[in-house]
């Protein structure tokens, strides 16, 4: 189980990296813990989504990434290295990554590109920082603090570090420094909040890792699905996928990962992953995965007969053509129409129907005549009373009382997902 789960983060990650530049900035994973360590409730799932969009940020800013992966027993076996581990987690050649073994009770650094220069000698000064917090999440958000004041420094913007030694490149005084910095200050909050505003729209929603289409044909799919997303409340995401990138997972498996670790970090909860497996003849395979909102808008008999409607075109090959048709076939079931002609047709025929059965209940009752008084339904001398009397004799009642449920519900975080099989 280990083992597995080792390789499923590491497969959403690489699958995650072949999306190309702009889906790579929205989905790098900024913080890595495994599912034990985040059951042990060591952090919460509010907390790590927060630094997760604080490692998106520093990135998108300054153009640097910064990670950090915290390794427990789950982890232990399949770690290498702190270099291996960044190469696995993202293609930015200027980042940094640290690695708190627990474990073994040491850190790993790895500085990449113009961060090894820049601030390689930090490394202990980073770790201090790290180990002097309450919390993982405290050291972790002090780590990110810290590298965003690097930066700031190198880059000659101001540091605001709660200290009052914070400056300003120039000859200002220290009432003006403080105002100058407040100012831009407030300028970064509103910029952040924009920018996690926008990080909430802006996914990747064509995720081709097969390479099976082309740039202008990613670039079509990608306006339809999102508009359609739009339009309908539920994020709307087409996935081509190898059985080599699956391994040893099911897709929905891999539907599931991309889920927890990917979108639902990023504040997406209700999705339809629509995923196509490619490969040869017998081999392909079409999954619907619905997460949140979704799973309620489409059952499974929904999703049987919009696989239904695009799997031939799938076994022609004609895959963009293949995922405009999951769009109307959803449509159609979100939006089922009814031709008007069929209105007055429908109950004229209900109208024929119910004439004949009338028509033909009247005719066998022709026999039947009116009675003026009940006497001619009643068959003389045929039950005599002699004596009545009503006797209560006793009653026995037993009671069952119902069984209550000792056990606490559990909600399932995987999703619904129907298969066309293969074909």
């Known amino acids: 189980m280990k083992k597995r789960l080792f390789a ?24 890595l813990a495994s599912d034990a360590f985040m059951e042990e409730e060591y952090m919460s799932v509010d907390e790590l989504t927060e630094l997760q969009k604080k490692g998106l940020k520093l990135e998108s800013e300054y153009g640097y990434a910064v990670m950090f992966v915290i390794i427990d027993e789950t982890l232990y076996d399949y770690y290498e290295s702190a270099q291996s581990l960044y190469s696995e987690l993202t293609d930015n050649p200027d980042g940094m990554l640290i690695v708190d073994n627990d474990v073994d009770g040491e850190f790993n650094g790895y500085f990449a590109g113009e961060c090894e220069e820049l601030f390689g000698d930090q490394f202990d000064a980073l770790i201090e920082i790290y180990e002097a917090a309450d919390t993982y999440y405290d050291g972790i958000n002090d780590y990110f603090i810290e590298a965003e004041s690097l930066f700031a420094q190198t880059n000659g913007a101001p540091v605001d570090n709660g200290d009052d ?50 740039d202008a044909e990613i670039k079509e799919l990608d306006a339809k699905y999102r508009q359609f997303s739009k339009d309908n409340g539920i994020d709307f995401i087409a996935v081509i996928l190898t059985e080599d990138e699956l391994g040893d997972l099911s897709i929905k ?32 395979e079409i ?6 909102k979704a799973e309620d808008e489409l059952s499974d008999a929904d999703c049987d007969k919009i696989i239904g409607n695009v799997k031939e075109t799938f076994a022609n090959g004609k895959y963009v053509d293949g995922f405009k048709e999951f769009i109307e076939a959803t449509e159609k079931v979100f939006h089922p129409t009814v031709h008007w002609v069929w209105i007055p ?8 129907v119910a004439y004949i059965i009338m028509k033909s209940i009247a005719s ?18 045929t039950l005599m009373i002699t004596d009545s009397a009503d006797i209560f004799l006793y009653s026995n009642i037993k009671a069952t009382p119902k069984p209550k449920s000792t056990s606490s519900s559990d909600t399932d975080s995987g999703g619904r997902s129907t298969s066309s099989g293969k074909f």
């Open 165 to 214: 030694d914070a400056y300003i490149e120039g000859d200002t005084d220290d009432s003006d420094s403080e105002d100058v910095a407040d100012a831009e200050d407030a300028d970064v909050d509103d910029d952040s909040e924009d920018a996690d505003a926008d990080d909430k729209e802006e996914i990747p929603y064509v995720l081709d890792s097969a390479g099976v289409l082309k």
């Open 345 to 352: 047709g429908c109950l004229l025929l209900g109208f024929v």
């Open 253 to 284: 498996d891999h539907a599931d990962n991309m889920y927890d670790y990917v979108f639902k970090p990023m504040g997406k909860k209700d999705i339809a992953f629509y995923t196509y497996l490619h490969g040869d003849k017998g081999e392909r």
């Open 8 to 31: 499923i983060l590491f497969a959403v990650v690489i699958m995650v990296a072949s999306f190309g530049v702009v889906a790579h900035a929205e989905t790098t994973i900024y913080v």
């Open 364 to 381: 066998s009752n022709k026999s039947v005549r009116k009675k003026v008084n009940a006497t001619d339904y009643v068959n003389a001398n």
């Open 287 to 292: 999954v619907i995965t619905r997460y949140g």
